[in-house]
T-cell receptor
Framework: QKEVEQNSGPLSVPEGAIASLNCTYSDRGSQSFFWYRQYSGKSPELIMFIYSNGDKEDGRFTAQLNKASQYVSLLIRDSQPSDSATYLCAVMYNNNDMRFGAGTRLTVKP | NAGVTQTPKFRILKIGQSMTLQCTQDMNHNYMYWYRQDPGMGLKLIYY???????DKGEVPNGYNVSRSTTEDFPLRLELAAPSQTSVYFC???????????FGDGTRLSIL
């Protein structure tokens, strides 16, 4: 079974804090991992993608991948109220089979 | 910068009716995808295409059909609408396998 699990939240952090979002997946053969942000009533927009073990940084965002433990995480530094959204973890399995987690709802309080 | 364009944005269907959800992309992407998203859930892959003339089933294909006659267009067909197909439908495109996908604005479909 190809599962992608996320804590549904809500996760609440104060403005300026670090938000940590986690995701676990079931298939060790997965090669590509994505984080999307989705505002209420809107379409998903790509935040980060990562293919290799370790960290990948882009501005205030850092994606972390640990294939041995089958988890991928997203850190948001200096969180802003505009970061309040649902964050979707997505894992690309073989043959273009993309599986999404149910999402973690993040609220950043001013 | 149109990107991925979906039409219509909203639609209400009666049980048993049929309709086609349109999706067009202007990024010359070979890969295109259709997803559905139920309230509070993640996206589920319905069908995908790796190029014109090539389509394949995703996780939840039952009740849907697709075609891909051109690189730009990837319509999704519902033949006999059922209440279980009430959802938000997203079309996406990407440059290749395992590449990031770019999403359209979605179609909100209600079947009553």
């Amino acid at each position: 079974q190809k599962e992608v699990e996320q804590n549904s939240g809500p996760l609440s952090v104060p403005e300026g804090a670090i938000a940590s979002l986690n995701c676990t997946y079931s298939d060790r053969g997965s090669q590509s991992f994505f984080w999307y942000r989705q505002y209420s009533g809107k379409s998903p927009e790509l935040i980060m993608f990562i293919y290799s073990n370790g960290d990948k940084e882009d501005g205030r965002f850092t994606a972390q991948l640990n294939k041995a433990s089958q988890y991928v995480s997203l850190l948001i530094r200096d969180s802003q109220p505009s970061d309040s959204a649902t964050y979707l973890c997505a894992v690309m399995y073989n043959n273009n089979d993309m599986r999404f987690g149910a999402g973690t709802r993040l609220t950043v309080k001013p | 910068n149109a990107g991925v364009t979906q039409t219509p944005k909203f639609r209400i269907l009666k049980i048993g009716q049929s309709m086609t959800l349109q999706c067009t992309q202007d990024m010359n992407h070979n890969y295109m995808y259709w997803y559905r998203q139920d309230p509070g859930m993640g996206l589920k892959l319905i069908y995908y295409s790796v190029g014109a003339g090539i389509t394949d089933k995703g996780e939840v294909p039952n009740g849907y059909n697709v075609s891909r006659s051109t690189t730009e267009d990837f319509p999704l067909r519902l033949e006999l609408a059922a209440p279980s197909q009430t959802s938000v439908y997203f079309c996406a495109s990407g440059r290749g396998q395992a590449q990031p996908q770019h999403f359209g604005d979605g179609t909100r479909l209600s079947i009553l």
